[in-house]
């Protein structure tokens, strides 16, 4: 695998096996930013597992790094290629061997199963774009022709997705890929920007844009787990949050660990919210064209992680 340079430029890959290296590596980073950036509500973070019986920050790192083989391959597929019913299934098996990789890692725990579905559509629309046009709104529209084409080797087993789209007519994963992930693109990135560039600092902006997803979006974990209550409690609670001025204030501190203990009674976690998150994180590392996912700060002095 090429090595990158630590800071911030990217040295442009030279060839689409570097370029497929470098893709899979933002993944992976990305999905390990979304980890450890804490405090989250009810998910895992440097302070525990959050609602989770089955996962840690170990895990969650383990599960990153066992899956990174698998979109370095789906980029490899797609560099050159066009969106087609071919390219679609021959990710989605690659998408399988990746799950099975993921339990593998964490002794059988769903860590990243959304993820892969969502970052392994955007690494292969990156790879077919090229280096000409990575612009995030560009690779979510190739991403969303990608996912048009139905997976045919599917044994279309019922998944949790399935059962909350019955149920309550949330679209979830596919739907958001369908969309565009307009989750992403257009309002998980633009927070993080706007934060950004209001002075915030790296992990108060990442909170930020993952409260501001939480708010909007039909989480179908938070569904799936905790029903309607549970999804109207947190995107109210993360609303409150974003109109006190987000986390960056005392006020919006204080309601952020009232929604994290709320959802930690509720035994529920907004899972679909962190994938979008970390894709959000993906995508505004590639257009940025950044070496390495940025690193965050730690909480203040009077927050103590045990990871």
């Given at each position: 695998?090429?090595?990158?340079?630590?800071?911030?430029?990217?040295?442009?890959?030279?060839?689409?096996?570097?370029?497929?290296?470098?893709?899979?590596?933002?993944?992976r980073?990305?999905?390990?930013?979304?980890?450890?950036?804490t405090?989250?509500?009810?998910?895992?973070?440097?302070?525990?597992?959050?609602?989770?019986?089955?996962?840690?920050?170990?895990?969650?790192r383990?599960?990153?790094?066992?899956?990174?083989?698998?979109?370095?391959?789906?980029?490899?597929?797609?560099?050159?290629?066009?969106?087609?019913?071919?390219?679609?299934?021959?990710?989605?098996?690659?998408?399988?061997d990746?799950?099975?990789?993921?339990?593998?890692?964490?002794?059988?725990?769903?860590?990243?199963?959304?993820?892969?579905?969502?970052?392994?559509?955007?690494?292969?629309?990156?790879?077919?774009?090229?280096d000409?046009?990575?612009?995030?709104?560009?690779?979510?529209?190739?991403?969303?022709?990608?996912?048009?084409?139905?997976?045919?080797?599917?044994?279309?087993?019922?998944?949790?997705?399935?059962?909350?789209?019955?149920?309550?007519?949330a679209?979830?994963?596919?739907?958001?890929?369908?969309?565009?992930?307009?989750?992403?693109?257009?309002?998980?990135?633009?927070?993080?920007?706007?934060?950004?560039?209001?002075?915030?600092?790296?992990?108060?902006?990442?909170?930020?844009?993952?409260?501001?997803?939480?708010?909007?979006?039909?989480?179908?974990?938070?569904?799936?787990?905790?029903?309607?209550?549970?999804?109207?409690?947190?995107?109210?609670?993360?609303?409150?949050?974003?109109?006190?001025?987000?986390?960056?204030?005392?006020i919006?501190?204080?309601?952020?660990?009232?929604?994290?203990?709320?959802?930690?009674?509720?035994?529920?976690?907004?899972?679909?919210?962190?994938?979008?998150?970390?894709?959000?994180?993906?995508l505004?590392a590639?257009?940025?064209k950044?070496?390495?996912?940025?690193?965050?700060?730690?909480?203040?002095?009077?927050?103590?992680g045990?990871?």
């Amino acid at each position: 695998m090429a090595n990158f340079s630590s800071n911030s430029a990217l040295r442009i890959p030279s060839n689409d096996s570097e370029s497929a290296a470098w893709l899979a590596s933002l993944a992976r980073q990305a999905l390990i930013a979304e980890a450890e950036l804490t405090p989250k509500p009810g998910l895992v973070d440097h302070r525990g597992a959050g609602a989770h019986r089955d996962l840690s920050l170990t895990v969650m790192r383990l599960s990153a790094a066992a899956i990174e083989p698998y979109f370095r391959e789906m980029a490899l597929l797609s560099a050159a290629a066009r969106p087609t019913q071919e390219i679609r299934e021959q990710l989605a098996a690659i998408g399988r061997d990746a799950e099975r990789a993921m339990f593998r890692a964490t002794g059988g725990s769903n860590s990243h199963k959304g993820a892969i579905w969502i970052l392994g559509l955007l690494i292969s629309a990156a790879a077919m774009r090229g280096d000409e046009n990575r612009a995030a709104s560009e690779i979510a529209a190739t991403a969303r022709a990608i996912a048009s084409f139905e997976d045919r080797a599917s044994l279309r087993l019922v998944s949790h997705g399935d059962v909350v789209a019955k149920r309550y007519g949330a679209s979830g994963a596919r739907g958001e890929a369908l969309q565009g992930f307009p989750h992403v693109v257009d309002i998980g990135l633009p927070t993080l920007r706007r934060k950004r560039a209001s002075g915030a600092t790296e992990q108060v902006a990442r909170l930020d844009a993952l409260l501001s997803i939480v708010a909007r979006l039909d989480d179908t974990c938070l569904l799936y787990r905790g029903g309607v209550d549970a999804l109207i409690a947190a995107k109210k609670s993360a609303l409150g949050v974003e109109r006190a001025g987000g986390v960056g204030t005392q006020i919006g501190r204080q309601l952020l660990m009232l929604l994290d203990r709320r959802l930690l009674d509720l035994k529920v976690s907004p899972g679909g919210s962190a994938d979008l998150l970390a894709a959000s994180i993906f995508l505004d590392a590639l257009e940025r064209k950044q070496s390495e996912v940025e690193a965050d700060e730690s909480w203040p002095e009077d927050f103590h992680g045990t990871d």
